[in-house]
């Protein structure tokens, strides 16, 4: 939206981002969503103390279930926790962080950067592509 401001109040000329308030700098207080964060989380999260994103209500990213308070279920992260964490990532369930998909206990042998998506560089092998 237009982000120029009323020279008298602050209050932002054509209203807020949806997900912001008052002098739209502020983001919905926990439980409340939306454009003038008018509505409740208990919509799409179950209550209003939940967690959930200020724009549109969705659990934030690495939690799930009705009170949006669950940490993804292992092999699992983002948004609805619906992106699978690296088939790369070491160990046996390839688990990763919940939000961002890091993988835990790094990456197989061959592979590297934090989500172990890339093979190791040409003359590198080995964990961590360390080997040469």
């Not at 919905?28 to 409740?40: R, W």
């Not at 279920?73 to 926790?81: K, L, R, T």
Request: charged share 20%.
């Amino acid at each position: 939206m237009d982000n120029t401001c009323n020279n008298v109040n602050g209050t932002c000329n054509k209203g807020c981002d949806v997900g912001y308030k008052g002098l739209c700098k502020q983001k919905c207080q926990s439980g409340f969503y939306g454009l003038d964060c008018n509505k409740t989380c208990s919509e799409t999260c179950g209550g209003l103390n939940s967690p959930c994103n200020h724009g549109n209500g969705a659990c934030d990213p690495g939690y799930h279930g009705a009170s949006c308070k669950q940490v993804c279920d292992i092999g699992y992260h983002g948004d609805m926790c619906k992106k699978a964490c690296s088939e790369h990532c070491a160990g046996e369930e390839n688990s990763c962080h919940h939000i961002n998909g890091s993988c835990d206990l790094g990456c197989d042998a061959g592979y590297q950067s934090a989500l172990c998506t890339k093979e190791c560089d040409t003359g590198f092998y080995g964990v961590d592509c360390a080997m040469v």
